[in-house]
């Protein structure tokens, strides 16, 4: 099957820094990402859906200028987390799809702690 | 709206006993139906999706799933469970469209008894 990565896997910061997750397709192209945020002991919350080379759609009440979402590549997204407060900690899960695909392939998350 | 319902939250089985996580989905069309696995701080692993055609449909790790269209019904069963089956399964819906967003159920914790 398809491999999507996440790095880091983990990552602790100060409340009020900015941190990057990358989410990369391995072995196929994806033309849309999605990335999710899980809570513990619950299920996937959907953040956005960002296809390459536009802007992301967010769900409802998501911030926009919090959650930055970057697609740049058939190959990359990233989630920029600016101004990491402690209740951004987290779970973060990214998945990709291929052109035309319905299947999601997911990433092995990404646990943020801010502290 | 699409909905999916996973209406057990902790299930415990006896190894080497047959398992059954139930899911019920609310969505006008044929849905496409998925079930993953997430183990403790992992991603989710797909173990099988059902588009169309034969009902009955065949994973990976031993696992099968039937779509029941009367019964809004996509349960997951495994007639003999594995130590290692313990994990958090999740039903999801595709919505179908070209968004194809996911709609995740709640969840279903399985414990396996040694």
């Known amino acids: 099957g398809a491999v999507v990565s996440q790095h880091p896997s983990r990552v602790i910061c100060k409340s009020g820094t900015s941190v990057k997750i990358e989410c990369r397709s391995l072995d196929f192209q994806a033309t849309t990402m999605f990335w999710y945020r899980q809570f513990p002991k619950q299920s996937l919350m959907l953040m956005a859906t960002?296809?390459?080379?536009?802007?992301?759609?967010?769900e409802q009440g998501v911030e926009k200028d919090k959650f930055l979402i970057n697609h740049a590549s058939l190959t990359l997204s990233t989630l920029t987390v600016t101004s990491a407060h402690p209740e951004d900690s987290s779970f973060y899960i990214c998945s990709a799809t291929g052109q035309g695909a319905v299947e999601q392939f997911f990433g092995p998350g990404t646990r943020l702690t801010v502290l | 709206a699409q909905s999916v319902t996973q209406p057990d939250i902790h299930i415990t089985v006896s190894e080497g006993a047959s398992l059954e996580l139930r899911c019920n989905y609310s969505?006008?069309?044929?849905?496409?139906l998925f079930w993953y696995v997430q183990s403790p701080g992992q991603g989710l692993q797909l173990l099988l999706k059902y588009f169309s055609g034969d009902t009955l449909v065949q994973g990976i790790k031993g696992f099968e799933a039937e779509f029941k269209r009367s019964q809004s019904s996509f349960n997951l069963r495994k007639p003999s469970v594995h130590w290692s089956d313990a994990a958090e399964y999740f039903c999801?819906?595709?919505?179908?469209?070209?968004?194809?967003?996911?709609?995740f159920g709640s969840g279903t914790r399985l414990l396996v008894r040694p």
């Open positions: 960002s296809n390459e080379g536009s802007k992301a759609t967010y």
């Open positions: 999801a819906v595709g919505r179908g469209d070209s968004s194809y967003k996911l709609i």
């Open positions: 969505y006008g069309a044929t849905p496409y």
